[in-house]
């Protein structure tokens, strides 16, 4: 079988066999894409490792980022691997790449003083009965609420929120349902977006579908629209440029920071590997060794 054409089959593989989300089946094609142009169309039992060697040296040749490099070296396992067992190849030339250490860097986290002036300000805006002021305080609320992340965010429909217990249920990687809690804030702001702004915003489609958040034509908000948002709101509290998840790990850290469980962190932000959320426990230790550096006199 050539390159393209097992690539189109190992793609509606993840997607239909292992139910893997449509942007990490994108991510696979797309590292997938770079390798068929490094080595042409060529059949897949011709490729070696020797030509995936050069294939991820290329890329680091171009500055690509090791994180980048990583995840190409993982998505060619995955591949490779899938064609061996389904008998495509004999061979897994993957197996004996080395994958590049990512570089240790630690989230970047909005102050709470920040976001508290952040959502006050949304808060003011929405007082006038905008629709899409109401709908972006809603986001920038929950999203901080919950520290969900902004495909699970434009995934909720209204029967996933239950505004009584304060509540939503959302999907995660892999289809994983959770349900995550939010707190009084981000409660009043949704039900003030809910009974103003959602009708009026619905109104401007020919039938509104069942999503929470509605861009300005009524239908299902995108992430590029939430991702504008944060990115003009968030981000001067940061200092530099930021998207979602920068309000994911502020909520992560905040919550170590005020003596939440670890594990129960892992739960709210629905990581599979406990390894995973322990990186904030070091954004908090870090806050903690420069807020010593600064106040004591023997520091």
């Given at each position: 079988?050539?390159?393209?054409?097992?690539?189109?089959a190992?793609?509606?593989?993840?997607?239909?066999?292992?139910?893997?989300?449509?942007?990490?089946?994108?991510?696979?094609?797309?590292?997938?894409?770079?390798?068929?142009?490094?080595?042409?169309?060529?059949?897949?039992?011709?490729?070696?490792?020797?030509?995936?060697?050069?294939?991820?040296?290329?890329?680091?040749?171009?500055?690509?980022?090791?994180?980048?490099?990583?995840?190409?070296?993982?998505?060619?396992?995955?591949?490779?691997?899938?064609?061996?067992?389904?008998?495509?190849?004999?061979?897994?030339?993957?197996?004996?790449?080395?994958?590049?250490?990512?570089?240790q860097?630690?989230?970047?986290?909005?102050?709470?003083?920040?976001?508290?002036?952040l959502?006050?300000?949304?808060?003011?805006l929405?007082?006038?009965?905008?629709p899409?002021?109401?709908?972006?305080?809603?986001?920038?609320?929950?999203?901080?609420?919950?520290g969900?992340?902004?495909?699970?965010?434009?995934?909720?429909?209204?029967?996933?929120?239950?505004?009584?217990?304060?509540?939503?249920?959302?999907?995660?990687?892999?289809?994983?349902?959770?349900?995550?809690?939010?707190?009084?804030?981000?409660?009043?702001?949704?039900?003030?977006?809910?009974?103003?702004?959602?009708?009026?915003?619905?109104?401007?489609?020919?039938?509104?579908?069942?999503?929470?958040?509605?861009?300005a034509?009524?239908?299902?908000?995108?992430?590029?629209?939430?991702?504008?948002?944060?990115?003009?709101?968030?981000?001067?509290?940061?200092?530099?440029?930021?998207?979602?998840?920068?309000?994911?790990?502020?909520?992560?850290t905040?919550?170590?920071?005020?003596?939440?469980?670890l594990?129960?962190?892992?739960?709210?932000?629905?990581?599979?590997?406990?390894?995973?959320?322990?990186?904030?426990?070091?954004?908090?230790?870090?806050?903690?060794?420069?807020?010593?550096r600064?106040?004591?006199?023997?520091?």
């Amino acid at each position: 079988m050539i390159l393209s054409h097992a690539i189109d089959a190992f793609a509606a593989h993840l997607g239909e066999v292992r139910r893997l989300s449509p942007a990490t089946v994108r991510a696979y094609r797309a590292d997938l894409a770079d390798l068929r142009e490094a080595a042409g169309d060529v059949a897949v039992s011709d490729i070696d490792l020797e030509l995936l060697r050069d294939w991820l040296w290329r890329a680091a040749q171009r500055g690509d980022a090791r994180s980048t490099l990583a995840r190409r070296t993982s998505s060619a396992r995955g591949f490779f691997a899938w064609a061996l067992d389904g008998g495509i190849t004999s061979t897994d030339p993957s197996l004996r790449l080395v994958t590049p250490k990512k570089a240790q860097t630690l989230p970047r986290v909005a102050s709470a003083e920040g976001l508290a002036d952040l959502l006050a300000h949304a808060r003011e805006l929405a007082a006038h009965g905008d629709p899409v002021a109401l709908r972006d305080h809603a986001i920038l609320e929950t999203l901080y609420a919950t520290g969900i992340r902004v495909s699970e965010l434009c995934g909720i429909d209204v029967d996933d929120l239950d505004l009584s217990s304060a509540t939503a249920r959302v999907t995660g990687k892999g289809s994983k349902q959770r349900v995550v809690p939010f707190g009084a804030p981000a409660r009043r702001a949704v039900e003030a977006y809910l009974t103003r702004g959602r009708p009026a915003l619905a109104a401007r489609a020919e039938a509104a579908g069942p999503a929470v958040f509605l861009g300005a034509r009524g239908a299902r908000l995108g992430a590029r629209a939430v991702y504008d948002l944060v990115a003009r709101t968030v981000s001067p509290i940061v200092g530099r440029a930021v998207g979602p998840h920068a309000l994911r790990h502020s909520a992560a850290t905040h919550l170590l920071d005020g003596g939440a469980d670890l594990r129960a962190v892992q739960e709210l932000l629905g990581h599979a590997s406990l390894g995973t959320t322990q990186v904030y426990t070091h954004v908090s230790s870090e806050r903690l060794r420069a807020a010593y550096r600064l106040a004591h006199p023997r520091a």
